[in-house]
């Protein structure tokens, strides 16, 4: 089993920065893809970034250049730069593990961006 806990959202004004960061426990060394998420009411949940074991990396393109992902000892952090009141969501880690192929969640973290 692995479970995951997102911390370090909160209350920024556009421009500035915050890192999440999402803590596995657990079969940590199954997990070989680790993703950050967001979603807002009424939308779907959009991947925005990932890592996998070997450390390659994808964004999307309404983060690229901003947020960076990144991964170490049981834990993933993203780095968001340059935030804007869009990114305003709530962000969720996702993690792929080797468990029978299975998918897990966190609870998520609320950002918020004042404009």
């Known amino acids: 089993q692995v479970r995951l806990v997102e911390s370090g959202g909160g209350l920024v004004q556009s421009g500035g920065s915050l890192r999440l960061t999402c803590t596995a426990s657990?079969?940590?060394?199954?997990?070989?893809?680790m993703a950050w998420y967001r979603q807002t009411p009424g939308k779907q949940r959009e991947q925005i970034a990932s890592?996998?074991?070997?450390?390659v990396t994808n964004y999307a393109g309404a983060v690229q250049g901003r947020f960076t992902i990144s991964r170490d000892s049981g834990k993933v952090h993203l780095q968001m730069n340059n935030l804007k009141p869009e990114d305003t969501a709530v962000y969720l880690c996702?993690?792929?593990?080797?468990?029978?192929?299975?998918?897990?969640w966190g609870p998520g973290t609320h950002v918020t961006v004042s404009s």
């Open positions: 996702r993690g792929l593990s080797t468990i029978s192929d299975r998918t897990f």
């Open positions: 890592v996998t074991s070997a450390g």
């Open positions: 657990g079969n940590i060394a199954s997990l070989y893809n």
